[in-house]
């Protein structure tokens, strides 16, 4: 069950100032049965932007964003609480409508996001998952 933030990892060297204020409150402790539930709802959410995109939304990078989550998450692999609690920062990143930029609005709405998940990825030694903007 998720509880508290994360308060051992310093967010400082991630990303600007208001990305870290809205993410810290995000990470959240999490467990591994969680994962489930959090890859289910970055679907869910992909599944509202590609009905409500408009001719500016970037679902490319959107949909980049949703299959980089849902591999970490279901990947398998073991990560500290620490960075159960990063990688679910990232998704609730993703699903919020109030971040930096407006998703669906802005041609650059995802680019945030992207910023947000790549720097996590750096973060818990997962590169390979990182994802371009399309933009």
Known sequence: MATGGIRSVDLEDL???DEQRRFRRLCLETDYEEFAELSEG???????IREQ???TTDVD??????????EV?????????????????????FVLAD????????PLGFDDDARVLNS????????????????
């Open 120 to 135: 996590v990825l750096d973060r818990i030694q997962l590169p390979e998952f990182k994802v371009s903007p399309a933009s």
């Open 99 to 106: 971040d930096a930029d407006s998703d669906l609005d802005d």
């Open 61 to 70: 990078t959107a949909e980049m964003i949703a299959k980089a989550l849902s």
């Open 73 to 93: 998450l279901c990947s398998g692999l073991t990560f500290t609480a620490d960075e159960r609690a990063l990688l679910r920062g990232a998704v609730e990143y």
């Open 53 to 55: 995109a408009s001719a």
């Open 42 to 48: 970055v679907e869910l959410h992909l599944e509202q």
């Open 15 to 17: 990303f600007n100032p």
